[in-house]
């Protein structure tokens, strides 16, 4: 029963790990965003909808299957947010600033780039942490 107990208390803490994403900045800089992830259909079409806020470091990383260019809308999203689009070779590839849609049709956010990952964090996070195209961006 013991063994069982154990396992059981595993694979949860396993589930409980916080996921980080640091990203390199052209200054040699590192920030550090715990992030959750979006790598399902339906993870990735509710993504931030509905939240009040996320803490001033955290985001949500969105993972595609492929490279292409994506598009983003904010529908019940309602904070202001930075996307951050990311090819498949980790680099930052466009930044967008969105914000909330009030009323339909909401505007989208497109990328310049093809991109396979997009990452959102709080309105003003790039530029307070210089965050540019081109930096690079790790999982961990």
């Known amino acids: 029963m013991r063994i ?17 994403l640091e990203i390199e900045t052209s ?11 979006a790598d ?9 909808m ?7 470091n955290c985001g949500m990383l969105f993972i595609f299957d492929d ?9 019940n999203t309602l904070i202001p947010l930075d996307i951050v689009f990311i090819d498949e070779n980790f680099t930052i590839v466009d930044i967008q ?18 991109a396979k990952y997009v990452l959102e964090v709080n309105e003003g996070f790039t530029e307070e ?3 540019k195209l081109g930096d690079k961006i790790e999982i961990r």
């Open 4 to 20: 069982i107990l154990f396992f059981v208390l595993l694979v949860f803490l396993a589930g409980c790990t916080s996921k980080y």
């Open 50 to 56: 509905f939240r009040e806020n996320i803490c001033k």
């Open 129 to 131: 942490n210089n965050i």
């Open 67 to 75: 490279l292409d260019y994506i598009s983003f809308w904010m529908k």
């Open 97 to 114: 600033y969105a914000i909330p849609c009030e009323e339909d049709p909401c505007r989208t956010y497109d990328s310049r780039g093809k």
């Open 40 to 48: 399902t259909g339906d993870k990735r079409s509710r993504g931030l």
């Open 27 to 37: 200054q040699n800089e590192k920030v550090k965003i715990r992030i959750e992830v």
